[in-house]
């Protein structure tokens, strides 16, 4: 079993920047894919950026340039820096990693971004 424990979401003005963690811990030989994933009231879930274990990123268009995820390989922890912060950017944010072959979730961690 693989537990996930986000933090450092909260509430910031239009403008403002937050950085999120997320550490996987737990029964882990290794993580591949690490990843983030934003859900607002009364939307789906969709995808904000990844990173596999190589480094390599992928980011939804629309966030590219204002986010950066990157991950401490060696701590199980990845990271969402959050710079230019909108109101549209207000959701619940969730880790994904992938421990082939399952994938595990956190419990998510709110950004509120005010106007």
């Known amino acids: 079993q693989v537990q996930l424990v986000e933090s450092g979401g909260g509430l910031v003005q239009a403008g403002g920047s937050l950085r999120l963690s997320c550490v996987a811990s737990g029964h882990i030989f290794s993580i591949n894919d690490m990843g983030w994933y934003r859900q607002a009231p009364g939307k789906q879930r969709e995808l904000v950026a990844t990173?596999?274990?190589?480094?390599?990123?992928n980011y939804a268009d629309s966030l590219k340039g204002r986010f950066t995820i990157s991950r401490a390989t060696v701590k199980n922890t990845v990271y969402l820096q959050m710079n230019s912060l909108k109101p549209e950017d207000t959701a619940a944010y969730y880790c994904?990693?992938?421990?082939?072959?399952?994938?595990?979730w956190g419990q998510g961690t709110q950004v509120t971004v005010s106007s």
């Open positions: 990173i596999t274990r190589g480094g390599f990123t």
């Open positions: 994904n990693v992938d421990v082939g072959p399952f994938d595990y």
